[in-house]
């Protein structure tokens, strides 16, 4: 399986680093290294645009999954730089940048957006991590993606039904923008839940959809 996505303008990157000084870079050597959005290549092109912001680079490296263990292992390895980042931008995948989020407790701000993408998690399971909107807010929901772990799929959440922490579609189901909340506290970024997310554009990504790798 792969994730089909492309890079963010530099100008939505530099917005969201606002108030991010130091980053560590992280791509992908499967996905986006394929679609050219993210490989070797891109990162060292995105160090140097960070650069030339005025950001301090701590760090890379590009994962050879990014969606699987091996970003775990690569977290751990790159331990000390990550440390010194205030964040890390991402040129892998939305699901890289789920990944990433289960195993740090800082900011990952995702430098593309992911248009189409399937994921078998074990043989023969499959779950939906993200609805491939080409438009990634991930940056500003602290890694949860609120089209999909929101049963309304709210991007400007949380509603008015939420009872404790439980959805009031599913009772059995945690509220996704309580799990929102609970990681931006963590993070030390509640303010973002004040931000407004405007309308989805679905003309963003119409079906049937193609893309031509050069």
């Not at 089909?4 to 290294?33: D, H, N, S, W, Y």
């Not at 609120?146 to 509603?159: F, S």
């Amino acid at each position: 399986m792969k994730s089909i996505a492309r890079q963010k303008p530099i100008e939505e990157i530099q917005r969201e680093l606002e108030g991010l000084e130091r980053v560590f870079v992280v791509g992908c050597g499967t996905c986006t290294t394929l679609t050219k959005t993210g490989g070797a290549e891109q990162v060292e092109e995105m160090k140097t645009k960070l650069q030339e912001m005025g950001k301090r680079i701590t760090g890379s490296v590009v994962i050879p999954t990014a969606c699987d263990d091996m970003t775990e292992v690569a977290m751990k390895e790159n331990e000390p730089a990550i440390r010194a980042a205030d964040c890390i931008l991402s040129l892998s995948c939305a699901l890289g940048v789920h990944r990433m989020n289960l195993y740090i407790g800082k900011p990952v701000i995702p430098g593309t957006d992911t248009l189409f993408i399937a994921v078998e998690e074990t043989p023969g399971y499959f779950r939906e991590a993200c609805a491939q909107c080409g438009q990634c807010i991930l940056g500003a929901t602290a890694g949860i993606c609120p089209i999909t772990a929101c049963h309304k799929g709210l991007v400007n959440g949380p509603c008015g039904g939420t009872n404790n922490g439980k959805c009031e579609v599913d009772s059995e189901k945690d509220c996704a923008w309580t799990l929102i909340y609970n990681r931006l506290k963590e993070q030390g970024r509640l303010d973002l839940m004040r931000r407004h997310q405007p309308p989805r554009n679905h003309h963003v990504a119409l079906k049937p959809r193609a893309v031509t790798i050069v």
